[in-house]
Nanobody, 124 residues
């Protein structure tokens, strides 16, 4: 699976952005779960959201619950991260990742394919 994330940019607090992750070469066996992670300067990478390709079951980090929404387009092999009411604390490089295992969706060690990140900067 090859992943390509896009959609980052510079926005103001309260604005919205939608990130896109295109998963080429995906098969049912190669990827069951997609995740979004982020890494802010000087901080560890953290889980943001994850979704199962099969039924759209989703999980979110507490810090983004209610503001971010993850969705997928199975036909196009695309996963979206809709980010609303952005805050300066959301500033980070955002990465999409693919896993064969839903059970550990929140753990980055669970993911075997990663895309290059896309930078999101939220100004106050």
């Amino acid at each position: 699976v090859q992943l390509q994330a896009s959609g980052g940019g510079l926005v103001q607090a309260g604005d919205s952005l939608r990130l896109t992750c295109a998963a080429s070469g995906r098969t049912t066996g190669s990827s069951s779960t997609m995740g979004w992670f982020r890494q802010a300067p000087g901080k560890k990478r953290e889980f943001v959201a994850g979704i199962a390709w099969s039924d759209g079951d989703a999980r979110y980090a507490n810090s983004v619950e209610g503001r971010f929404s993850i969705s997928r387009d199975n036909q196009m092999n695309i996963v979206y991260l809709q980010m609303n009411d952005l805050k300066p604390s959301d500033t980070a490089v955002y990465y999409c990742a693919s896993s064969r295992n839903w059970c550990m969706v929140r753990f980055d060690s669970n993911y075997n394919a990663w895309g290059k990140g896309t930078l999101v900067t939220v100004s106050s």
